[in-house]
Structure formats: structure tokens, C-alpha cells
């Protein structure tokens, strides 16, 4: 399941990129920063990446899930701080979904 989220992260910043003057660099795989005081996404940029995400993840695993909540908000480190961090709180959220 891991590398069906990280492609569906990954082509979900391809499709940000697109509206990016300063592109992620995708290249970097897991560890592209995203948000944060390394990221290339400013806020509504990142409310793009997060609503394609979760249209992408619902299409293919039939399972709807909210990235931007509380819980991510409240962590330590962000889950929106590279496409490895992403990918990981998505894997976690999705275990939790199949265990409830």
C-alpha cells in the first residue's frame, strides 16, 4: 500500500507543480519538502495538494479521509513537511479507518 499513496502523493504534486512559479522538486522522491520553513507550498497551494490527495484516495481505495484536521495540526512535526511525511500519516490514517 505504501507505493500506491506515495504515487498518488507524488502525482498529486505533479499536478500542484503546475501552479507553482518555485516547483517542488519531485525528483527528490520521499524526501521533497512540501510545507514548512523548507517547503515550496504556501497555504492555499497546500489546500490544493490536500484536497487532490484525498479526491485520489477516496477514487482508489474507496475510502474517504480528511488530511487537514485536528490530529494533524496538533502533531509535532507536520505531515505536510515532505511527500515521505505525507505518505506516512496517510498509510497511519488508513490503518485506523480499517481497524474502526
Do not use: W
Not at 51 to 75: C, G, H, R, Y
Not at 85 to 97: A, D, G, K, N
Amino acid at each position: 500500500m505504501h507505493q500506491e499513496i506515495l504515487n498518488i502523493v507524488t502525482d498529486s504534486v505533479k499536478q500542484t507543480n503546475q501552479l507553482l512559479k518555485n516547483k517542488a522538486p519531485i525528483e527528490q522522491g520521499e524526501n521533497c519538502p512540501l510545507f514548512g520553513s523548507n517547503g515550496y507550498l504556501d497555504s492555499m497551494s497546500l489546500v490544493s495538494l490536500v484536497v487532490s490527495v484525498e479526491e485520489k484516495i477516496e477514487k482508489q481505495f474507496n475510502t474517504p479521509l480528511i488530511l487537514a484536521d485536528e490530529k494533524a495540526m496538533s502533531q509535532k512535526r507536520s505531515p505536510f513537511a515532505t511527500v515521505g511525511t505525507l505518505t506516512t500519516y496517510i498509510e497511519e490514517l488508513m490503518r485506523e479507518v480499517s481497524h474502526a
